[in-house]
């Protein structure tokens, strides 16, 4: 091989072998969960459905997709939400969660306050991501949470 094969061939195999090393230390990272939006503090109006639902946007550096949905996509998973997280008053009837993406899939939870006691007044909303199972991602044997305090409101018509 000569000299200028060799050198057309090492920025590929550097290229290459610097590709290799962004996709192990991103498969490395530990799992983050976000709340995007609504913010800490923040008064929203609820929906005029029966369920006052409202969009809750979220960031991960897994891929979120329906449950059941990943396959074999490493880092992958969905969330769970649960608003006023400490009881369960909040939950779809017979269920442990009032949302999951598993609505849309992606980064946006619908948040139904229509299920809880009282929809309007100050409420938590919690997330928990969890893998394609519904088992809790783990981070330092903790699981990866996110909680945020709003007051929602009712429309005024």
Known sequence: M?????????????????????TCAAAQEAPTLEIVWPPEGAVILLGNDAEAAVGVVVRSNFV???????????RCGHIHMKIDPAGDSCNIPGRPYNSMNSDTG???????FGHCPTAAGVHEIGLLLADDHHHPVLVNGRPVLRVVKVTTMRRED
Not at 6 to 16: G, V, Y
Not at 64 to 74: D, F, S, T
Not at 106 to 112: N, T, Y
């Open 64 to 74: 979120l997709r329906a449950a059941g949905q990943c396959g074999n996509i490493p």
């Open 2 to 22: 000569n000299f200028i094969t060799r050198a057309a061939i090492f920025p590929s195999l550097l290229a290459a072998f610097l590709v290799a090393i962004s």
């Open 106 to 112: 992606g980064d946006l939870i619908k948040a139904r």
